[in-house]
């Protein structure tokens, strides 16, 4: 998967560069004429480029801005303190974070330079080959939060609690780190003695074939089969669950409390599976042309959409979570600075 990232890049700076050296119709442009190996930088239509960084320019303050209206809305009110929304607040703060350097690797794609230096461009590998499967990692929390409270509920309430989802939450936040630090320090992206076929000015994804195989099933193969199961089942439960519900009230019984917070629990299931949905339907095509071999612009448009799946969340959030809603007016008007605020029960209608 990240082998065909490299793969890309080259295609995309390295095999344009080739054909640019070999095109006298056009000047040639350079990501730094005054060097040698520089790489070849891409010519674009000047509306080409406004068009595209506006786009960027209207994602980022999209994304940035939702997220960090979930962000604020779970840490700040107490009532939304529950080991789901735990789990939402990490996804949140990832989406945030992608939302962060979607300008940085706008410039990367668009300008088909790197204009920030060996050292920052580890970094940013770090960065992205972390936030990415952050994400997924969010989404099997999510998906086995979500199986147990629809599945094992007595469970789900003795065991699943907020410190020990925060618990959780850290732990995976910690071997993500560390598995991509692995991968960064073993492909040598901070030894630019490495890349001997690398222009000046490119900052290329570059991974050896055992680390492509062990990240094929740690990234993709494994979560993704997890999340997957885990939701069918969940929505087999649930659909005999709501046989029950829909049977005890066409017969005139009165509903239960136990059923009526199933029933809860599972539109809960339903909402937090669409963004999962969502998520893999972005994700999964991505991966595989990555690793099929397809042409780099594909790639790129796949990776935006990607990224763009991170500022559909919160409108999932909004469509069907009332108190979304309601705590984003309360941010927004500064009402959130008055005294007790965090402690407003925004699930009472005013």
């Known amino acids: 998967m990240k082998g065909q990232k490299g793969e890309q890049n080259k295609l995309l700076t390295g095999g344009d560069s080739l054909m640019a050296y070999e095109t006298e119709d056009q000047e040639t442009q350079y990501c730094f004429p005054d060097i040698n190996s520089s790489c070849v930088k891409e010519q674009r239509s000047r509306h080409g480029y406004i068009i595209i960084y506006l786009f960027v320019s209207l994602l980022t303050a999209w994304t940035v801005f939702l997220n960090l209206l979930v962000i604020i809305s779970i840490s700040h009110f107490k009532k939304l303190h529950t ?3 735990m789990i939402i607040l990490s996804l949140a703060v990832t989406d945030l974070f992608i ?20 050292n920052f461009c580890g970094l940013y590998l770090l960065f992205v080959d972390l936030l990415l499967p952050a994400s997924l990692s969010n989404l099997v929390l999510i998906a086995v939060d979500r199986y147990v409270s629809v599945c094992h509920p007595l469970l789900y309430t003795h065991k699943i609690t907020i410190t020990n989802t925060l618990k959780i939450i850290c732990v995976s936040w910690v071997c993500l780190s560390a598995y991509n630090t692995a991968i ?25 074939f055992s680390w492509i195989v062990i990240d094929l099933f740690v990234s993709f193969i494994f979560p993704c089969t997890l999340i997957i199961t885990l939701y069918l089942r969940i929505f087999y439960v649930v659909h005999q669950q709501v046989k029950v519900i829909n049977s005890l009230m066409k017969g005139g019984k009165r509903v239960m409390e136990g059923s009526v917070r199933r029933k809860s629990e599972s539109k809960a299931a339903l909402t937090l599976g669409i963004i999962v949905s969502v998520y893999l339907l972005c994700y ?16 790129n448009v796949l990776m935006w959409i990607l990224y763009a799946s991170s500022g559909v969340n919160p409108l999932v959030y909004a469509l069907f979570y009332p108190w979304f809603k309601k705590t984003a007016k309360l941010i927004v008007t500064l009402k959130i600075f008055q005294p007790v605020s965090s402690l407003i029960n925004i699930f009472i209608e005013n």
């Open 184 to 208: 960064i320090i073993n492909n040598g992206y901070f030894d630019t003695s490495y890349r001997t076929d690398v222009c000046y000015g490119q900052c290329p994804f570059m991974i050896s």
């Open 83 to 85: 080991p789901t929304n």
């Open 284 to 299: 999964i095509p991505y991966c595989i042309c990555s690793l099929t071999g397809i042409s780099s612009s594909t790639i």
């Open 99 to 118: 939302g962060l350097i979607m300008p940085i690797d706008a410039i990367r794609v668009i300008e088909t330079c790197w204009y920030f230096g060996d």
